[in-house]
């Protein structure tokens, strides 16, 4: 690697860099989705629900408070939720809100976002890329990541769930952990990147539990030679965790236990991570080798032995404790969710998009350590993305985090390739080489590929290749929908749960049903009353206070109970026999058909 004397300042060619690919990015993002859009909000239903929290954050509701009133049953449903994401949405709504009306605030505020997050995605990935292998390396990692944002969908414009950020502050992580020079501040980067990880949301408690692995395993193997590093990351990520604790968590709910967010469990285990790290770096320094790995390993016990003490609820499925029935008619529904077996059978014509690049990744990887190349490095990536990739086995959503973190091994490779091809000009082999390994370095070719061969061109998507994290949508609802429920006084909605969101979105309405696994009793009611014959059915929808019931025959859930019990109320619905008990609200409606609960007769 070139030393660091032979470079210019950092900031002199590195930012520009990374500002002319984030324009050129942001730019086609905007000029392609943003002219012909009917709504400036993304079109997932975290999307939707994100801008919901973020109005309440400005009407006044409490910091801490992350009830949504307007969801569920009688009470509302407290969400999973950061608020330091909703943070930065609100402040560039109150913004552009200065010297627009509020709707237009909401569109500025909901494309900026994510052109924000590539933006600071786009800035790790080439300080990675140029200390894993230089300025080549550094444009062809930052030409991947440019195509990866541009096709994964996380960072569109309108995207405002939290997941652009999570994978921004994952490149955060790995760009910091592969400073060759192991300079405490990028390891002090690294634990703060780990601790907002974590703060933002469950999902990324895996890589970020390898990377706390990776650092503990690099200080008990170099020792003395590590030792800073070791502190500044153990005392950064203590000190981050702390803080995003007290930021976001109330006072009363200090003891709580959960497993999809910041909590006592992920902060206790963090904090106690880290300071423990950072006593056994400070106070070992003349410890031997063989010396330095027991104490690890006993720390390591220590800590399992808290997590089983602490939170061990929490060392299995965060979803375990959902319904069964959930499970089978949500669940197995929602494409992000889905296992690979699920995905192979489902869409087998798109799992190359989503399993082939880390595949290939950590091949690259394993076939460098057998070289013993850059041993550490490639030790360091193998376990990062085979920590993403594994999850990617269970969920498929962990897909966006393989694809971005296979970018940096792939660079070195392309970057290998693309030297070789220079050197043998007229040797066809190695150009045949670096195009397929170019080719094999982007999801989008995989999955445009596998469309294409079993469905030709013509069915080839960006949203096709991006799995979605709602269920598979039934094209019920829209604005003429949301006018309809906006003229009959504000009630409680039960509709199928993928367009509970946008009703809450809409309308002042509560919808008991949206697609939130901490919404189990509002989802479930609603399945009830789907699956109940229409005299049961009354009951479950005046214990549950419903005014207004919604029917789309099109949505796949509605379909799936219509054909699991015809003598249900869906089931009427779909034969056009309507019960005594509600009424019709003029005639369908984009799809919808909507009706008015009764009174209850004496």
């Given at each position: 690697?070139?030393?660091a004397?032979e470079?210019p300042?950092?900031?002199?060619?590195?930012l520009?860099t990374?500002a002319?690919?984030?324009?050129v990015?942001?730019?086609?993002a905007?000029?392609l989705?943003?002219?012909g859009?009917?709504?400036?909000?993304?079109?997932?239903n975290?999307?939707?629900?994100?801008l919901v929290?973020v109005?309440?954050l400005?009407?006044?509701?409490?910091w801490?408070?992350?009830?949504?009133?307007?969801?569920?049953?009688?009470?509302?449903?407290?969400?999973?939720?950061?608020?330091?994401v909703?943070?930065?949405?609100a402040?560039?709504?109150?913004?552009?809100?200065?010297?627009?009306?509020?709707?237009?605030?909401e569109g500025?505020?909901?494309?900026?976002?994510?052109?924000?997050t590539?933006g600071?995605?786009?800035?790790?990935l080439?300080?990675a890329?140029?200390?894993i292998?230089?300025?080549?390396?550094m444009?062809?990692?930052?030409?991947?990541?440019?195509?990866f944002?541009?096709?994964?969908?996380?960072?569109?414009?309108?995207?405002i769930?939290?997941?652009?950020?999570q994978l921004?502050?994952?490149m955060w992580?790995?760009a910091?952990?592969?400073?060759?020079?192991r300079?405490?501040?990028?390891?002090?980067?690294?634990?703060?990147?780990?601790?907002?990880?974590?703060?933002?949301g469950?999902?990324t408690?895996?890589?970020?539990?390898v990377?706390?692995?990776?650092v503990?395993?690099?200080w008990?193997?170099?020792?003395?030679?590590?030792?800073?590093?070791a502190?500044?990351?153990?005392l950064?990520?203590?000190?981050?965790?702390?803080a995003?604790f007290v930021?976001?968590?109330?006072?009363h709910?200090?003891?709580?236990?959960t497993?999809?967010?910041l909590s006592?469990?992920?902060?206790?285990?963090?904090a106690?991570?880290?300071?423990?790290?950072?006593?056994?770096?400070?106070?070992?320094?003349?410890?031997?080798?063989?010396?330095r790995?027991?104490?690890l390993a006993?720390?390591?016990?220590l800590?399992?032995?808290?997590a089983?003490?602490?939170?061990?609820?929490?060392?299995?499925d965060?979803l375990?404790n959902?319904?069964p029935?959930?499970?089978?008619l949500?669940l197995?529904?929602?494409?992000?969710?889905?296992?690979?077996?699920?995905e192979?059978k489902?869409?087998?014509e798109t799992?190359?998009?989503?399993?082939?690049v880390?595949?290939?990744a950590?091949?690259?990887?394993?076939?460098?350590?057998?070289q013993?190349?850059?041993l550490?490095?490639?030790?360091?990536l193998f376990?990062l993305?085979?920590?993403?990739?594994a999850?990617t086995l269970?969920?498929?959503?962990?897909?966006?985090l393989?694809n971005l973190l296979?970018?940096?091994?792939?660079s070195l490779?392309?970057?290998?390739?693309?030297?070789a091809?220079q050197l043998?000009?007229?040797?066809a082999?190695v150009a045949?080489a670096?195009?397929?390994?170019?080719?094999?370095s982007?999801?989008?070719?995989?999955?445009v590929?596998?469309?294409?061969?079993k469905?030709?061109?013509?069915?080839?998507?960006?949203?096709?290749l991006?799995a979605?994290?709602t269920?598979?949508?039934?094209e019920?609802?829209g604005?003429?929908?949301?006018?309809?429920l906006?003229?009959?006084p504000?009630g409680v909605?039960?509709?199928p749960?993928?367009s509970?969101?946008?009703i809450i979105r809409?309308?002042?309405?509560?919808a008991?049903?949206?697609?939130?696994?901490?919404?189990?009793?509002?989802?479930?009611?609603?399945l009830?009353?789907g699956?109940?014959?229409p005299?049961?059915?009354?009951?479950?929808?005046?214990?549950?206070?419903v005014t207004i019931?919604?029917?789309?025959?099109?949505?796949?859930?509605?379909?799936?109970?219509?054909?699991?019990?015809?003598d249900?109320?869906?089931?009427?619905?779909q034969?056009?026999e309507?019960?005594?008990?509600l009424?019709?609200?003029?005639g369908?409606?984009e799809?919808f058909?909507?009706?008015?609960?009764l009174?209850?007769?004496?």
């Open positions: 690697m070139t030393a004397h470079h300042p950092w900031y002199a060619r590195l520009p990374v002319a690919y984030w324009l990015t942001a730019l086609l905007v000029a989705s943003v002219p859009a009917k709504d400036l909000i993304g079109p997932d975290d999307d939707a629900m994100r929290e109005r309440d400005l009407a006044g509701q409490g801490f408070d992350l009830m949504q009133y307007r969801l569920g049953l009688a009470g509302g449903t407290l969400m999973h939720w950061s608020r330091l909703d943070l930065p949405i402040l560039l709504i109150r913004f552009f809100g200065l010297f627009m009306r509020q709707p237009a605030a500025a505020a909901a494309i900026i976002w994510p052109l924000i590539s600071l995605l786009l800035l790790p080439a300080i890329g140029r200390r292998g230089g300025v080549q390396t444009h062809i990692a930052l030409g991947l990541g440019a195509l944002i541009f096709t994964c969908g996380k960072f569109d414009p309108g995207a769930d939290h997941h652009n950020v921004a502050l994952a992580i790995v910091m952990l592969v400073d060759p020079v300079r405490a501040g990028s390891y002090l980067t690294a634990g703060i990147a780990c601790a907002l990880a974590i703060a933002v469950a999902e408690v895996p890589l970020v539990a990377a706390c692995l990776c503990a395993v690099q008990a193997w170099q020792g003395a030679r590590f030792a800073e590093a502190r500044g990351f153990g950064s990520l203590t000190l981050a965790i702390t995003a930021l976001t968590v109330p006072p709910a200090y003891a709580v236990v497993c999809d967010n006592f469990g992920f902060y206790s285990l963090s106690l991570g880290g300071a423990g790290l950072f006593l056994l770096a400070s106070f070992s320094g003349k410890a031997t080798r063989p010396v790995l027991a104490l006993a720390a390591g016990g800590l399992l032995l808290a089983r003490v602490i939170a061990p609820q929490c060392l299995g965060p375990g959902l319904d029935m959930l499970t089978e949500w197995n529904g929602v494409s992000e969710a889905r296992s690979v077996v699920a192979l489902n869409r087998p799992a190359g998009a989503f399993y082939a880390g595949l290939f950590m091949g690259v990887c394993l076939f460098r350590i057998l013993r190349k850059d550490e490095l490639h030790l360091l376990a993305i085979g920590a993403a990739w999850i269970i969920q498929v959503r962990g897909a966006f393989a296979s970018i940096l091994p792939l490779l392309i970057t290998d390739l693309r030297r091809s043998e000009p007229n040797n082999s045949l670096y195009i397929l390994g170019v080719l094999a982007v999801p989008a070719v995989w999955g590929s596998g469309i294409v061969l469905e030709g061109w013509g069915a080839v998507t960006l949203e096709g991006s979605s994290d269920a598979e949508s039934g019920c609802g604005p003429a929908t949301m006018q309809v906006n003229g009959l504000p909605v039960s509709s749960s993928n509970g969101a946008d809409f309308t002042p309405h509560r008991i049903s949206a697609p939130y696994h901490r919404n189990q009793a509002g989802m479930l009611t609603e009830h009353i699956l109940a014959n005299k049961e059915a009354e009951a479950f929808i005046r214990g549950a206070g019931v919604t029917f789309c025959s099109t949505d796949p859930q509605t379909t799936a109970l219509v054909r699991i019990k015809p249900g109320l869906y089931a009427a619905l034969r056009n309507v019960p005594d008990y009424q019709p609200v003029g369908p409606v799809g058909r909507i009706f008015r609960v009174p209850d007769r004496p």
